[in-house]
């Protein structure tokens, strides 16, 4: 089963920042956070990942809360290609488990 | 780098009829996941491999359905015989070994349907 809590759907504004949270209170030390985006059609997409650090690269910045319970990814200036399905992950970082568990994640409509 | 190449990309047969879904993983990478996405359950891994071995395997429906991967740029999903309710988008990920947050990079998926 999956880790995470996602809201189901949320709606962003063109050019405004799309914020999407996760709930993740059962993880463990050793499991990572990752975001992962589908758009119709396409295949599972990767955004960002990160461990206790907050992280930012080219698409998205991921916050990470200090007690790691919980996940934001930030979307600074969203466009209409933004829209797609979110799903947040928690990710064994070692061993042999290394797989990704989906939820439902959360259906973000970037609207003009 | 040309990703994860799968085929064919859209399938439809009869059921009864033997499906053969193919997976090229990303040159380098050493672990090859197999997910089915379906309205109803969304995205649920059903194998992976690391180093051509399988690991886990406990997502396979049913004995009607069999992963192989004979070399580390190949591997194959079959359904025989399929059923319509194993109509379904079936993606390939790759990435390197698991372990210290290495990413998974999928496939565009094969879209199959069994009438």
């Known amino acids: 089963d999956a880790k995470t809590t996602q809201p189901t759907s949320m709606d962003c504004a063109e050019g405004r920042a799309a914020n999407l949270p996760c709930n993740h209170s059962?993880?463990?030390?050793?499991?990572?956070v990752y975001w992962y985006r589908q758009i119709h059609s396409q295949g599972p997409q990767y955004i960002i990942h990160g461990l206790k650090n907050n992280e930012t690269n080219e698409m998205a910045s991921l916050i990470i809360t200090e007690d790691r319970k919980s996940s934001t990814l930030i979307l600074p200036h969203a466009t209409l290609r933004d829209t797609a399905v979110y799903y947040c992950i928690v990710r064994v970082g070692g061993g042999s488990q290394g797989n990704l568990i989906f939820g439902k994640g959360t259906k973000l409509s970037v609207k003009p | 780098d040309a990703g994860v190449i799968q085929s064919p990309r859209h399938e439809v047969t009869e059921m009864g009829q033997e499906v053969t879904l193919r997976c090229k993983p990303i040159?380098?990478?050493?672990?090859l996941f197999w997910y089915r996405q379906t309205m109803m359950r969304g995205l649920e891994l059903l194998i992976y491999f690391n180093n051509n071995v399988p690991i886990d395997d406990s997502g396979m429906p049913e004995d009607r359905f069999s992963a192989k991967m004979p070399n580390a740029s190949f591997s194959t999903l079959k359904i025989q015989p399929s059923e319509p309710r194993d109509s379904a988008v079936y993606f390939c990920?790759?990435?390197?070994?698991?372990?210290?947050?290495?990413?998974?990079?999928f496939g565009e998926g094969s879209w199959l349907t069994v009438v």
């Open positions: 040159s380098g990478h050493n672990s």
């Open positions: 059962t993880i463990s030390g050793n499991e990572y």
């Open positions: 990920a790759s990435s390197l070994a698991p372990g210290t947050g290495n990413t998974i990079y």
